[in-house]
């Protein structure tokens, strides 16, 4: 029996977490992504969450490469996201929270540094 689009969605089960709840000290390989990809490899089995894996894996294996390939690694996260990922949702939730973690990090650090030097000319 075919369910509607209502049925369908009210079936997927998405846990999404706080951007400012993740920890620095979390971080084992320095990069959101990398612990997020990792982790979900071990848990998902899923063959669409597989095909993203085998995608990312060679270009996210550190933090300068994350950085270089930033464009590719979300593009190719944002297209799993259709109904028929659905069961890959929660991992694929998490690690669009973990790149925007990863990507955040550098900036927010840069930021900090150029501010201080900026309020001198207020």
Same mark, same amino acid.
């Given at each position: 029996? @075919?369910? &509607?689009?209502?049925? #369908?969605?009210?079936?997927?089960?998405? @846990?999404? +977490?706080?951007? +400012? #709840?993740?920890?620095? /000290?979390k971080c084992k390989t320095?990069? =959101? =992504?990398?612990?997020?990809?990792?982790?979900?490899?071990?848990? &998902?089995?899923?063959?669409?969450?597989?095909?993203?894996? /085998?995608?990312?894996?060679?270009?996210?294996? @550190?933090?300068?490469q994350i950085l270089l390939? #930033?464009?590719?690694?979300? #593009?190719?996260?944002?297209?799993? =996201?259709?109904?028929?990922?659905? &069961?890959?949702?929660?991992?694929?939730?998490?690690?669009?929270?973990?790149?925007?973690?990863?990507?955040?990090?550098?900036?927010? /650090? @840069?930021?900090?540094l150029t501010l201080p /030097?900026? &309020?001198? =000319?207020?």
């Open positions: 029996m @075919t369910q &509607n689009f209502s049925e #369908q969605i009210s079936e997927v089960r998405v @846990t999404l +977490n706080r951007l +400012n #709840q993740v920890k620095k /000290s320095c990069s =959101f =992504f990398k612990d997020a990809l990792l982790k979900w490899s071990e848990l &998902n089995f899923r063959k669409d969450f597989i095909d993203y894996v /085998s995608e990312v894996r060679e270009i996210s294996e @550190t933090l300068p390939h #930033q464009d590719v690694l979300v #593009q190719s996260l944002l297209r799993r =996201f259709c109904i028929q990922s659905k &069961n890959s949702f929660e991992a694929l939730f998490d690690l669009l929270e973990a790149i925007i973690s990863t990507l955040l990090e550098p900036l927010l /650090s @840069t930021a900090s /030097s900026t &309020n001198k =000319f207020i």
